[in-house]
């Protein structure tokens, strides 16, 4: 989509602008710019995308009714000729660095802390989003074994069917521990460390009602936007547990933690494995899909043999 015109973005957020710079045009539906206005600078996203629609909604229902909470301030936010606008306060800051301790620490030290103010607020159901990727993987699995034996191979259909076979218990270990506000999208790009150190939470395109361990669902693999390496990981989880202890009535022990983790871990694995087989279904890159499924099921064993998931 194109960038509006200034009046038609000064018309939007009620002010004149002197400096407009985008950030990001890289989705179809959206834009993200950065406007300088009479007395302040200001974040705009705008376009016809379903996930802004979600962005707003989460900061009008939910994140602007709740004062305490570190994200920018939302300054406006509307439809406005077809058109969804979210202007936000802007954050001066970085984006923190994973590699680095202190930063781990910072991060996983603020996202404990609001996933347990978070976890004493929340109180409908209302963005609660169901976790479990076990359905959809035991509906492909039945309605295309004869097709997909052959291609994925006995190892891996056998992994995937004892996965099933435990998925109850694996569900329920991510449903008992207590539910959160999920920011969603947890990843380097979506903190900013402002001016003062303090850590601010951005995009919120994802966000949902859901268990607290998901928050960390995905530490483990092994991306560039999270601590990915073991020391780092395992110091992210315990800076995370320790301030959820901290600010939250409901105590959780490590080790109950860990193992729900792991249980996460799997869950969102499923989650990948559903993606990476519609695909071949579909015929869709079949070699490189095929190439994921080999490390993603190498992932998978370690994590089902690991001696904290089978305590
Ligand atoms: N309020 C803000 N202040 C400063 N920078 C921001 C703000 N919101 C977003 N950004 C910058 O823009 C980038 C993209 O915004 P984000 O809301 O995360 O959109 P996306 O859905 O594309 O990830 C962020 O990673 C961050 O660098
Ligand atoms: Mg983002």
């Not at 521990?177 to 460390?193: V, Y």
Request: negative net charge; proline residues 3%.
């Amino acid at each position: 989509m194109e960038n509006l015109d200034i009046n038609q973005l000064e018309n939007l957020i009620g002010d004149k602008i002197f400096r407009r710079e985008t950030i990001d045009n890289s989705k179809l539906n959206r834009i993200i710019e950065k406007v300088e206005t009479t007395n302040r600078e200001v974040l705009i996203k705008y376009g016809i995308d379903e996930d802004l629609l979600k962005e707003i909604n989460i900061y009008e229902k939910v994140l602007n009714k709740s004062k305490a909470h570190p994200v920018p301030k939302l300054i406006v936010s509307g439809n406005f000729d077809g058109i969804n606008i979210l202007g936000l306060e802007w954050i001066e800051g970085i984006h923190p660095d994973f590699t680095k301790k202190n930063h781990i620490e910072k991060v996983f030290i603020a996202l404990g802390k609001w996933a347990a103010e978070w976890s004493n607020q929340i109180k409908s159901d209302q963005l609660y989003a169901s976790i479990n990727n076990f359905g959809d993987l035991t509906n492909l699995l039945e309605k295309n074994k004869r097709n997909l034996t052959p291609i994925l191979g006995d190892s891996l259909m056998d992994l995937l069917t004892s996965c099933i076979e435990q998925s109850e218990e694996i569900i329920n270990n991510i449903e008992k521990m207590p539910k959160t506000l999920n920011p969603g999208d947890i990843s380097l790009h979506n903190f900013i460390i402002d001016n003062n150190e303090k850590i601010i939470f951005i995009d919120f395109e994802s966000c949902t009602v859901n268990p607290m361990i998901t928050l960390v669902e995905h530490l483990g693999e092994d991306y560039g936007s999270l601590p990915n390496t073991k020391n780092n990981v395992h110091f992210a989880l315990k800076s995370y547990l320790n301030s959820w202890n901290k600010y939250s009535a409901m105590h959780i022990e490590w080790d109950d933690f860990i193992r729900c983790q792991l249980c996460a871990r799997v869950n969102y694995k499923i989650g990948y494995f559903n993606y990476w087989i519609k695909r071949i279904l579909e015929n869709k890159n079949i070699e490189e899909t095929l190439e994921w499924v080999r490390q993603g099921q190498k992932q998978l064993e370690l994590i089902l043999k690991s001696p904290d998931f089978r305590k």
